[in-house]
């Protein structure tokens, strides 16, 4: 997510300082409330409100995707990439029979176990209004990653099945995330959400060595103590998913192939699009906060608008769908999102911090500033500014 060191915050004083601004003192220890923050310096105030409060962890809501991984890059200056986890949405459409990227689905699901993490977990998930529409796949909340380390104890066989179980493909080489490969007492894997693939060398059962190695020679680099390694795939066999599409074959019959490959137990690419019809449960992220949770939206209003746009294209997709697969157009499709009055519903127990624009009203809690110019060709002056 970001070129600094996972601990590093360049700009973390800067944060600490906004924390006294009229404005944010004015909404601290309120359950709900609404501030006005201009665009320029709304990743600041963010990183100071994370500051100004105890409770864990903090969801920032966004109107858009692009919008949370710009806000989440930005806040690891100010708290520190560690802290921050940006929640991503499918790549995909509904219905779409592609597979969303492996980054997309490893990061969803390592976010969902840092979460219950008590030593590791994010201070922050930054999402989009898809991503935190979109239902959760059976079992993803509580699966837990392989985890390797040095000197441990490990079955290489069974680790080869964890892999195919997890999605991971096998191949001769591995030069792609979700790929791993094994050779003699050696295995490769590129884990779905690191940068570099790891080498694991074995001696008998236990794990000699753990490297990183070069996709362009596969020569090993550093070394390295311990990984996780999350999930290739969001959509596992796991949860009665399996039998539940042996219940489709005959309920469905007009998707009897993917049925019959689900039921079996096959991977294959655009198996995440069957998502809706092989759970029941509509279970979303912010459904796992816990009571000391707190959520801050930013542009609410543009977020009801994604939610309500996102929903009705998903609508018009399932109609459009309903002719070619020889399926009443009359009887709904299962969804791939819920309803927006899930996370917007003012019964919602989690206490929330509304970001806007401007303010509604002349005395209503704000932060002003402006921007400034463009810096060219000078680092200094910057430094020089914020100092």
């Not at 944010?24 to 320029?40: M, T, Y």
């Not at 806040?75 to 597979?99: H, K, M, N, Q, Y």
């Not at 509604?360 to 060709?377: F, K, L, N, R």
Request: proline share 6%; with cysteine; charged share 25%.
């Amino acid at each position: 997510m970001s070129a600094l060191s996972p601990t590093s915050r360049p700009l973390g004083v800067l944060a600490t300082h906004i924390v006294s601004e009229p404005g944010i003192e004015a909404i601290a220890g309120q359950r709900d409330s609404v501030l006005a923050v201009p665009e320029v310096a709304r990743a600041a105030v963010l990183a100071a409100l994370v500051n100004n409060t105890t409770r864990r962890p903090i969801v920032i809501a966004t109107p858009t995707g692009t919008m949370a991984q710009s806000i989440a890059e930005d806040l690891a200056a100010f708290l520190g990439a560690d802290a921050i986890e940006f929640f991503p949405s499918w790549e995909t459409l509904p219905f779409e029979r592609v597979s969303p990227a492996v980054l997309t689905m490893g990061s969803r699901m390592r976010t969902m176990w840092r979460m219950r993490q008590r030593d590791s977990a994010p201070a922050v998930i930054v999402a989009g209004t898809r991503a935190l529409l979109q239902k959760l796949a059976p079992g993803s909340i509580t699966l837990e990653p392989i985890h390797i380390a040095v000197g441990s104890t490990l079955n290489i066989d069974a680790l080869c099945e964890q892999l195919v179980h997890c999605g991971y493909r096998r191949e001769t080489i591995v030069e792609h995330r979700g790929e791993f490969a094994r050779r003699g007492a050696i295995v490769d894997i590129f884990p779905s959400t690191d940068d570099e693939p790891i080498r694991v060398d074995m001696w008998g059962d236990d794990v000699e060595r753990l490297t990183h190695f070069t996709v362009a020679d596969q020569r090993s680099t550093d070394d390295i103590t311990s990984i996780e390694i999350f999930p290739a795939r969001e959509l596992l066999y796991v949860d009665g998913v399996q039998e539940r599409a042996r219940e489709l074959i005959a309920s469905e019959p007009w998707g009897r192939e993917q049925w019959e490959r689900l039921s079996e137990g096959q991977i294959f690419d655009g198996m995440e699009s069957w998502l809706p019809w092989l759970t029941e449960s509509d279970d979303l992220l912010t459904d796992h906060l816990g009571d000391d949770a707190l959520v801050i939206m930013v542009e609410p209003r543009r977020m009801g608008e994604r939610a309500r746009d996102l929903l009705a294209e998903e609508d018009d997709l399932a109609k459009a769908l309903a002719a070619s697969w020889a399926r009443d157009e009359n009887v709904s499709f299962p969804r791939l999102h819920v309803e927006a009055d899930r996370i917007f519903s003012s019964g919602n127990r989690t206490p929330t911090v509304s970001v806007i624009p401007t303010a509604e009203s002349v005395d209503g809690p704000a932060v002003p500033a402006s921007g400034w110019g463009p810096i060219v060709h000078d680092p200094m002056s910057f430094v020089r500014r914020i100092n």
